[in-house]
């Protein structure tokens, strides 16, 4: 039994569907700290589903954010400090896709600031609005480290394989995805 191919992408969605639903019973902290988290260290962000036309398509990492932020940003409930680094992760996101405008067109441009909206800014002002706001720089680290440990084990695998070990479990579901013949664990 195969499903058909939407059927099959739809499984990138499942970390925003698990995000929103802990977001909302829990708060967004746990949704960061539970599903975010995990989604963006374990599991790979080149396999995509393209669900919505006119959104470009969503990897894991990314259907993850989404609802974290949302629910960030409508209860987030401390005052926000600004810095030099705000501007220079702003300014970062607008100079890659004012260059990408420049230099390609506007369709590439707009699905890369779509990338670096939901891979740099979001995961930035997240971070920068949880972790130290709400007293979370030990909970960060100690999940940090778990997750951490658990990619270096997997990795025993890749290394001697050639091949993550993930992809044993996510290849049927993304046929023809994220494969690089030369070079493994992108490059």
Known sequence: FRPRALEMHIIAVIPALVA?????KKGFIRAYMDVYLPAILLLPD?????????????????SAILPCALLFFLFNDRKWKFSFTDVLVV???????????INVDYKEAQNLCFLLVTTALLPYI?????????GMREA?????????TIC???LTYETRMGKPLIRIF?????????YWVTTFRWG
């Open 20 to 24: 929103f639903v802990i977001g909302v």
């Open 46 to 62: 080149y396999f995509t589903t393209k669900i919505v036309p006119g959104i470009p398509p969503l990897s894991f990492n990314q």
């Open 91 to 101: 300014g970062y996101v607008c100079a890659v896709t004012y260059s990408e405008y």
């Open 126 to 134: 997240l971070t920068k609005g949880i972790v130290e706001p709400y």
């Open 140 to 148: 960060f680290a100690k999940r940090l480290a778990i997750l951490f």
């Open 152 to 154: 270096a084990a997997t």
């Open 170 to 178: 996510l290849d049927r579901f993304f046929p023809g995805q994220g």
